[in-house]
């Protein structure tokens, strides 16, 4: 695990979204059951920001589950996402990753060539990663 890159675990090409999308997009995203719970925020090619579930919740106060509520079309991504971002370059270790995934309170960590996102680790890949290798 010390020698081997984010890159061969990681999920490639995450899916993601735009600081001017409505928090209908965001909201439609969080619906689908396979999706993680960290959604990058690119603008251009630009990493710029993450939206947490938790961000999504407080972003919405309380707006329900009806798409026609105004807040899903009147709040945008970039009113909601977290701009302090702890990033890993694409040619980190998983040794790396531990060490960020034990030193904060985050489960996912965005993983960029310069400053474009290339894929997203979570502890749940890291951990499934250790499972697999250890048979």
Do not use: C, W
């Given at each position: ?34 999706f ?32 026609s ?11 909601i ?38 894929g ?10 250790l499972?697999n290798?250890?048979?």
């Open positions: 695990m010390k020698n081997t890159p984010v890159s061969d675990v990681m999920t490639v090409n995450p899916q993601s979204v735009s600081p001017s999308q409505p928090l209908l997009d965001v909201k439609h995203l969080y619906e689908k059951k396979d993680h719970h960290h959604i990058p925020v690119i603008e251009g090619e630009k990493l710029v920001g993450m939206i947490s579930l938790l961000d999504f919740m407080y972003g919405i106060k309380g707006a329900g589950i009806d798409d509520s105004p807040i899903y079309s009147e709040k945008l991504v970039k009113d996402m977290s701009t302090n971002l702890m990033t890993l370059d694409d040619q980190a270790s998983l040794h790396e990753a531990a060490e960020l995934f034990t030193s904060g309170e985050f489960h996912s960590i965005p993983i960029v060539s310069g400053e474009r996102l290339v997203i680790i979570t502890t749940t890949d890291l951990i499934r990663h499972i290798t250890s048979n």
